[in-house]
């Protein structure tokens, strides 16, 4: 009979306390961009606005192009600034990429490829995701 109550007792305290760890769990507010490894970043948002800067629409590509520099490692983010503010003002926007890629690609990919940049969510906007 002893043992009856003591598991039906058990079982009654696991349900109060998963109650009110619901009741008093604080929702933590949803993190304003998104995490992915700068590959995917390129793929999904700089490819795509490439293809449509080449059939005459900018607003995406001038969007991914001034994120870019926030992607950068620290130390690498005054040169990466550079060179995109040049493309913004020249409006050859190939040149961006490429003087990056040229300089960057290697390095970063033998040492950073898997590391995750933080990707706002207002470029979804440019994109109609």
């Not at 002893?2 to 769990?25: H, Q, R, W």
């Amino acid at each position: 009979m002893n043992a009856k109550i003591t598991i039906v007792f058990i079982f009654l305290t696991g349900i109060t306390v998963l109650n009110c760890k619901k009741a008093y769990a604080v929702d933590k507010p949803k993190p304003n961009y998104r995490e992915m490894i700068l590959e995917d970043f390129m793929e999904d948002y700089v490819k795509p606005a490439a293809k449509q800067s080449q059939r005459g629409f900018d607003d995406q590509v001038i969007g991914v192009l001034k994120l870019i520099p926030d992607l950068s490692l620290p130390e690498q983010k005054e040169e990466w600034t550079i060179i995109v503010n040049s493309a913004l003002k020249s409006g050859k926007y190939g040149h961006s990429c490429k003087g990056c890629h040229k300089k960057y690609k290697k390095p970063y990919h033998k040492t950073y490829n898997k590391r995750l940049v933080k990707i706002p969510k207002d470029i979804d906007k440019l994109f109609g995701y």
